[in-house]
């Protein structure tokens, strides 16, 4: 299978613990993005990376949120100290780096706090 | 008022039927139109996209653009019981669609 790849696919965890999430883009693409979508709702934009650069962040994305993108491959999405409001699918996509290229999602982390 | 809107539903059809489904924005500044669909406990598979007023046809799918009334619409033709799924419009702007505004999406039944 050579689409986006997420892991793990679901987390459960108690209030106030760190998760970190990984995403694996198709081998290809230098764009990578994260989203987060709750019930009822569409994904809505956290971060985008242009190979291993961050080039923005939107207001969604707190300080208790961190992104990284080591040698522009594979990204991971930090969680520190987290709350019942982070419940989320959290959603990895990538894409190709000319203006317009579609984005490809994986399959989510289903982060669950309790 | 929301960028996009669109009716959440659920929209539940016979197999065979037309389906209509539709979103509407406020930002002139949105060039790029996509639609994806997204099975329970999946990521949303992109369906169509599309850059200019019009049609395009994939298929059995109809992707409709009508920048001018800032709407735009997706046809499922013969629709069958493995199109049910929830439907996202996907609205990006700009030089670059690096971030897509997506509705809500609309949860479609098609019952055999």
């Known amino acids: 299978d050579t689409g986006v790849s997420q892991d793990p696919r679901h987390k459960i965890t108690k209030r106030g613990q760190n998760v970190t999430f990984r995403c694996d883009p198709i081998?290809?693409?230098?764009?990578l993005y994260w989203y987060r979508q709750t019930l009822g709702q569409g994904p809505e934009f956290l971060t985008y990376?242009?190979?291993?650069?961050?080039?923005?962040k939107s207001r969604l994305l707190s300080d208790r949120f961190s992104a990284e993108r080591p040698k522009g491959s594979f990204s991971t999405l930090e969680i520190q100290r987290t709350e019942q409001g982070d419940s989320a699918m959290y959603l990895c996509?990538?894409?190709?780096?000319?203006?317009?290229?579609?984005?490809?999602f994986g399959n989510g982390t289903r982060l669950t706090v309790t | 008022q929301k960028e996009v809107e669109q009716d959440p539903g659920p929209l539940s059809v016979p197999e065979g039927a037309i389906v209509s489904l539709n979103c509407t924005y406020s930002?002139?500044?949105?060039?790029?139109f996509m639609w994806y669909r997204q099975y329970s406990r999946k990521g949303p598979e992109l369906l169509m996209y599309?850059?200019?007023?019009g049609n395009k046809e994939d298929g059995r799918f109809t992707a409709q653009v009508d920048k001018s009334s800032k709407y735009i619409s997706l046809f499922i033709r013969d629709s069958q019981p493995s199109d049910s799924a929830t439907y996202l419009c996907?609205?990006?702007?700009?030089?670059?669609?690096?971030?897509?505004?997506f509705g809500k999406g609309t949860l479609l039944t098609v019952n055999p």
């Open positions: 996509a990538s894409s190709l780096g000319q203006p317009r290229a579609p984005l490809h």
């Open positions: 081998s290809e693409h230098n764009r």
């Open positions: 990376f242009q190979n291993e650069a961050q080039l923005e």
């Open positions: 930002n002139s500044a949105f060039q790029y």
């Open positions: 599309t850059y200019s007023s």
């Open positions: 996907a609205l990006g702007s700009g030089g670059s669609n690096y971030k897509l505004t």
